[in-house]
C-alpha cells in the first residue's frame, strides 16, 4: 500500500508564499506522473498541477498559472509545490496524487488514484 504523505501547508497573507512537499513512504515512483489538486470551500477537487515522470512536462491550472510551480526529485521521490502570489481563493485542502500506472500520461482527475491525505492552505486578505 503506497501512502502519501503532504506538508507544508499553513496560513498566509495574501501575496505571500507557501512550499507543499509530497512523499510516498517508502516509493520513489519515478516512472509515475504525479499532481496537485485542491478542494476549496464550496467547490469541487480540481487539479492545480501535474508533472511527467520526466519532470519536463507540466500543466497548470489557468487560475494559477505563473504563480505556482510543480517539480520533482525522482532521487528523493519527492513532488513540490512552491506557490507565490497567493490569494484568498486560492484557500483550501491540497492533495498530492500519483497515477499508479508506470509510464501513463495522467490528464484527468480519473487518472489519478493513489492519494495523500491533504494539507491546509488558508490565504487571507
Known amino acids: 500500500q503506497v501512502r502519501l504523505v503532504e506538508s507544508g501547508g499553513g496560513s498566509v497573507q495574501a501575496g505571500g508564499s507557501l512550499r507543499l512537499s509530497c512523499a510516498a513512504a517508502g516509493h520513489i515512483l519515478q516512472k509515475h506522473y504525479k499532481g496537485w489538486f485542491r478542494q476549496s470551500p464550496g467547490k469541487e477537487r480540481e487539479l492545480v498541477a501535474r508533472i511527467g515522470w520526466s519532470g519536463l512536462t507540466t500543466h497548470y491550472a489557468d487560475s494559477v498559472q505563473g504563480r505556482f510551480t510543480i517539480a520533482r526529485d525522482n532521487a528523493k521521490g519527492t513532488v513540490d509545490l512552491q506557490m507565490s502570489g497567493l490569494k484568498p481563493e486560492d484557500t483550501g485542502v491540497y492533495y498530492c496524487?500519483?497515477?499508479?500506472?508506470?509510464?501513463?500520461?495522467?490528464?484527468?482527475?480519473?487518472?489519478?488514484?493513489?492519494w495523500g491525505q491533504g494539507t491546509r492552505v488558508t490565504v487571507s486578505s
Open positions: 496524487a500519483v497515477d499508479s500506472q508506470e509510464y501513463h500520461a495522467a490528464t484527468t482527475q480519473g487518472d489519478f488514484d493513489l
